[in-house]
């Protein structure tokens, strides 16, 4: 049930204090794209950003520094660096 | 058979349309020939041996990225003839319209029709059409029947797949499936997806001429993708499938869209793409000749017949570890979970 | 796919089946709790290169499977009720109740609409402005913010026509009714990726003291549960018990709190029938008595039965890793993966399911 992926940001409307607005994104990954939701993402993400999408909404936004982080805490014997892999 | 009315699944080419089959139309429809189940049966007669074929389309919507309905009525029925090695000679056109259905829109499918009659080379012969009222059809029912002709030496069956053979497929997978699937209001996703519906007899002829006795089964993975399809192959050939994660041709559109709403390609629904299973020993000649084509130009090798339990098709996985691929019972459905 | 790719990496995969094999000095038992973690570790063909020694157990992760057969017969009564729409995920559609399922329902006429999110749900009730939509909840942690967001627009938007029929459950909950099972032994628990990016991976620690229970959170990908299986197996070795997260690039500790607002806003705790367990206290969902006017259960007057596990069904004794499927009297001769009974069963992965359809021994 957490079936869930990270998606780009390449537009966003909205205000993310005002849930009357319409909090929506737009979002793209290889070539497919689709509008999420943004009333229940963890903070407000920038276009450019990516979000974790799950049944239309955007759940979590990525931080690219944490994801770097967690490449690192991945790798163990692998030759790779943490910059290398998410090139 | 447990249920009482047809369901949806009855239509999936999955478990439970075989079902149908064995627990129904063959109770009452049985010989020789219909009973071996292929893409399109062989009739010998005193002037040679006739392949003869016959598919309905019922797919919604009827236009889409890529086909429409009449496209795919014509390239499916040719190509259930070029998988048993047959040269497609004509086909009959039967249609079920439904009262009101827009004859702009009826213009658009023949016009489709004869465009793809006339790029593939093989035309419709004969033909019918009956209306029904409103509300008792979906705009447009096509049947569409197919004639070839087989030469002597040709014998492809999915029966003949041997231990060693390789399993071949001619491009990438799912493109049809995911692009009808993600037309659908609910399940919508924009991007650059787009249904593969080709005829693919002259890929067909090209691998026959250039490996004449090599070429064991061929297979069009429509309905149920090609998990089902090979699930078939390893059943009558009374052997194990083994695949490559690693080696399955997706485009990344596809892949990202299925990741999305929970679809696995394997199990989607492809309409211009075919497996071809051949001697072990050809295999890098079969992908040239593919490859050569413009129908085949993404072709890959993606695995091979071993022996192991009959009926089984198996994927190994980039970490080193194997999955089990079932056939699927029904439709693909999106999933959350 | 960004971020999705570079877990998958070979690379970084290979070594991490090699550490494992190491990481495991004593043997040990986990299990997982997500569907998706189901269908991930299966995907990967796990199971086939776990080290000797480590044994991983199907929780009741996938809340369609742990649907109740009551609240499954409710969802098609609704379906067949005239002037009703149903939308729904489409995991749920060929569960079975206790006569048939949602699949068939559609073929007898009830309309039927599978959806991507709950929102396209709303999308429907603005459109077909003269039937009542009731959106079937299930999920967990991970879809009840994007259900209640939903119904919240759907209140600020003053849309007359749109329910939800909530059987959203919570998940740490159930984990404490299995846990506090005496004879139930497990060493550790793969923690829901996805569930605790919005409950925080600290939900996760009083299970982890009260139990002895050594906790990973994992992400989806082959590195991220390699990588939780290796640390799993390094608590259990040194007996050094905690709550790790492997998952940090969508993981916080404290969890998503903008959701879990919105959450707290439409919905209360409820009691909640489990297929399979029963029914577990304050372990589901209800919607608040303020936004009454979007309650399936309100607007359509629904009267559930109490819960009645189908007879010899041993599911709850599965997934608590306790039996295994062959113990069970209905397996492979009532319940099959045609006419699923138990949850077990019902997952296209779940321990049941996969012992049918691939004659594992588990």
Not at chain 2, 280 to 303: P, S
Not at chain 3, 83 to 110: M, N, Q
Not at chain 3, 194 to 202: D, E, F, L, R, T
């Amino acid at each position: 049930m957490c079936l869930a992926i990270p998606m780009r940001v390449i537009s966003v409307q909205g205000d993310p204090d005002d849930f009357t607005t319409h909090q929506l994104a737009t979002v793209d990954a290889d070539g497919i794209s689709r509008e999420v939701r943004l009333e229940i993402v963890d903070h407000w993400p920038a276009v450019g950003d990516y979000v974790i999408v799950h049944a239309g909404f955007a759940i979590h936004s990525l931080v690219e520094e944490e994801a770097l982080k967690n490449i690192a805490l991945l790798r163990e014997l692998a030759e790779k660096t943490p910059e290398e892999l998410l090139s | 058979m447990a249920e009482k009315t047809i369901l949806l699944d009855h239509g999936s080419g999955g478990l439970a349309s075989q079902q149908l089959i064995s627990d129904l139309f063959l109770k009452y429809l049985d010989n020789k020939t219909l009973h071996s189940l292929e893409d399109s049966a062989i009739l010998q007669n005193r002037r040679g041996r006739l392949a003869f074929t016959t598919d309905s389309y019922v797919v919604d919507p009827i236009f889409f990225p890529g086909g429409d309905i009449g496209k795919l009525a014509v390239h499916g029925t040719i190509n259930d003839l070029a998988m048993r090695g047959a040269t497609p000679y004509c086909l009959s056109l039967g249609l079920i319209l439904e009262e009101g259905f827009a004859l702009d829109e009826l213009e658009r499918i023949i016009i489709s029709i004869s465009e793809a009659c006339r790029e593939a080379g093989v035309p419709v012969v004969t033909g019918d059409t009956k209306v029904v009222p409103r509300g008792k059809g979906d705009k447009i029912f096509i049947n569409t029947s197919g004639i070839g002709f087989v030469a002597k030496d040709i014998d492809i069956s999915s029966k003949n797949a041997k231990e060693g053979d390789a399993v071949l497929l001619s491009g990438t997978m799912g493109d049809h499936g995911i692009t009808i699937m993600t037309r659908r209001a609910g399940i919508a996703v924009q991007g650059d997806l787009q249904s593969d519906t080709m005829p693919l007899h002259n890929l067909v002829a090209a691998l026959l001429a250039e490996l004449p006795g090599d070429v064991h089964t061929l297979r069009d993975p429509t309905r149920g993708g090609v998990a089902t399809t090979l699930n078939e192959v390893a059943a009558a050939s009374g052997l194990t499938i083994e695949l490559s994660d690693e080696s399955l041709p997706i485009r990344p559109q596809v892949r990202a869209a299925c990741e999305l709403l929970g679809l696995e390609p394997l199990y989607l629904a492809n309409e211009g793409k075919c497996l071809a299973i051949v001697s072990g020993n050809q295999a890098e000649k079969a992908l040239a000749v593919m490859r050569a084509t413009k129908e085949g130009k993404d072709a890959a090798i993606i695995g091979r017949l071993v022996a192991g339990r009959a009926g089984r098709v198996i994927v190994n996985t980039p970490v080193g570890g194997t999955r089990v691929v079932t056939p699927l019972h029904g439709m693909p459905l999106p999933r959350i979970c | 796919m960004k971020y999705v790719d570079e877990y998958r990496d070979v690379s970084l995969a290979r070594p991490l089946v090699e550490e494992l094999k190491k990481a495991v000095t004593k043997p040990l038992r986990i299990m997982e709790v997500c569907g998706s973690h189901t269908m991930a570790v299966f995907r990967n063909g796990l199971r086939t290169i776990l080290p000797p020694g480590m044994e991983l157990v199907s929780g009741p992760g996938c809340p369609v499977c742990v649907t109740s057969a009551s609240h499954m017969d409710a969802f098609i009564s609704m379906a067949d009720r005239p002037g009703v729409r149903v939308a729904i995920f489409g995991d749920l559609f060929r569960v079975p109740g206790t006569k048939g399922s949602l699949a068939e329902a559609s073929s007898r006429g009830a309309k039927v609409d599978i959806v991507y999110s709950p929102m396209d749900a709303l999308d429907l009730a603005v459109k077909n402005p003269h039937e009542l939509v009731v959106f079937l909840g299930v999920g967990f942690e991970t879809t009840t913010p994007g259900i209640a967001a939903t119904i919240l627009t759907a209140h600020n938007t003053k849309v007359k026509n749109f329910t939800v029929f909530s059987t959203q459950k919570v998940m740490p909950a159930p984990m404490e009714a299995l846990l506090s099972d005496p004879a139930l032994k497990i060493d550790g628990l793969l923690c829901p990726g996805h569930v605790s990016s919005i409950i925080g991976a600290g939900t996760w620690e009083p299970l982890a003291k009260k139990y002895n229970l050594a906790c990973v959170v994992s992400g989806f990908e082959t590195a991220d549960l390699l990588k939780s299986l290796i640390l799993l197996a390094r608590q259990v070795g040194n007996n050094d018990i905690k709550v790790e997260n492997v998952y940090p690039r969508a993981v916080s500790w404290e969890g998503n709190l903008r959701a879990a607002k919105v959450v707290a806003e439409i919905f209360e705790p409820a009691d909640m029938d489990w297929r399979g367990l029963g029914r577990i206290p304050a372990s589901g969902l209800k919607i608040r008595d303020k936004y009454a006017e979007f309650d399936a259960e309100v607007r359509l007057d629904i009267k559930l039965p109490e819960a009645k596990e189908p007879k010899g069904c041993m599911c709850g004794n599965i997934l608590k890793g306790m039996s295994t499927p062959r113990e069970c009297p209905l397996f492979a001769t009532r319940c099959t993966t045609a006419n699923p009974i138990g949850p077990c069963m019902v997952s296209s992965e779940g321990t049941c399911a996969a012992y049918y359809k691939y004659g594992r021994d588990e």
